[in-house]
């Protein structure tokens, strides 16, 4: 049994509203675990999952594309073109797919050495994004984000008894928080953050797309701003993060929280994936 006294991850479950959100994140992905397609075809929802949340990571560095047109360009091995045909969107695109399709190669190094898999992480997500060859997987030259990212490296490597929801959420508030390295810092978190739930157990064949989630919940809130649609309780993804950051406690829960609605609806996502395949057969 864990130490609750040295278990600092732990504790956050206590938070309010956390134990709930996180109960229904692992109902809505136990559901989709269910699913009679991921007996026979799980490669196929991994695959498709993987790319729909990659075009939603991509989405929230704002590097926009439908997901159809994605899906045809890698079809015909076309490059990655955004809508935008601006040269920086569609390479985050194209960084964010080839990151996502080579998770499970990093996975094994994150759960020996999570410090090794960031920096492989940060080569994937910023190479051809203008950054120095020298500084692709190197965290930024800051005694503070040496400090903090040795931190977190310690505290995926020590047990606990939270869960893979709320270690998920801590690992990707943090790496945002402190952008560790110089550039595309979304996409190694959220990355990093999917990582968690397939090593801990939550989603062993990454057949969710959490991604999906926060970008629904990012653009439900702007609607909401802009006075389109109802009211959401939470704010957009900047927003919420901001609240890790800086809101204390209750900043950590309602980004907590946040992180687990995200993760049931990359589990409907997921469902939807199922469902589709299912109906082509």
Not at 149 to 156: E, F, M, N, W
């Amino acid at each position: 049994m864990t130490d609750p006294s040295s278990d600092p991850l732990g504790a956050l479950l206590d938070l309010p509203g956390v134990a709930d959100a996180v109960a229904a994140a692992r109902a809505a992905v136990d559901g989709l675990l269910g699913h009679r397609v991921l007996r026979r075809r799980s490669a196929e929802v991994t695959a498709e999952s993987a790319l729909r949340g990659a075009r939603a990571s991509a989405d929230l560095e704002g590097a926009g594309m439908e997901l159809e047109r994605l899906r045809g360009q890698l079809m015909h091995g076309q490059a990655v073109t955004a809508a935008s045909k601006d040269p920086r969107q569609s390479q985050l695109v194209a960084n964010a797919v080839r990151l996502h399709a080579d998770l499970g190669a990093v996975l094994p190094a994150f759960r020996s050495s999570p410090r090794q898999a960031l920096a492989r992480l940060h080569v994937l997500a910023a190479a051809d994004l203008g950054v120095e060859p020298d500084e692709l997987g190197r965290p930024r030259p800051s005694a503070e984000v040496a400090a903090r990212l040795d931190g977190l490296c310690s505290l995926l490597l020590a047990p606990t008894a939270a869960p893979a929801v709320v270690v998920a959420g801590v690992v990707h508030g943090e790496l945002l928080a402190l952008r560790a390295f110089g550039t595309a810092n979304g996409l190694v978190a959220r990355a990093a953050a999917r990582l968690v739930l397939v090593e801990r157990g939550l989603d062993p064949k990454a057949v969710s797309a959490p991604e999906v989630g926060f970008a629904e919940l990012d653009a439900a809130a702007r609607r909401a701003a802009h006075g389109h649609g109802n009211p959401v309780e939470h704010g957009t993804y900047e927003e919420m993060v901001e609240h890790y950051v800086s809101g204390g406690p209750e900043g950590v829960a309602r980004w907590l929280v946040h992180c687990a609605e995200a993760v049931a609806l990359g589990a409907r996502e997921g469902l939807a994936v199922c469902e589709a395949i299912l109906r082509a057969s």
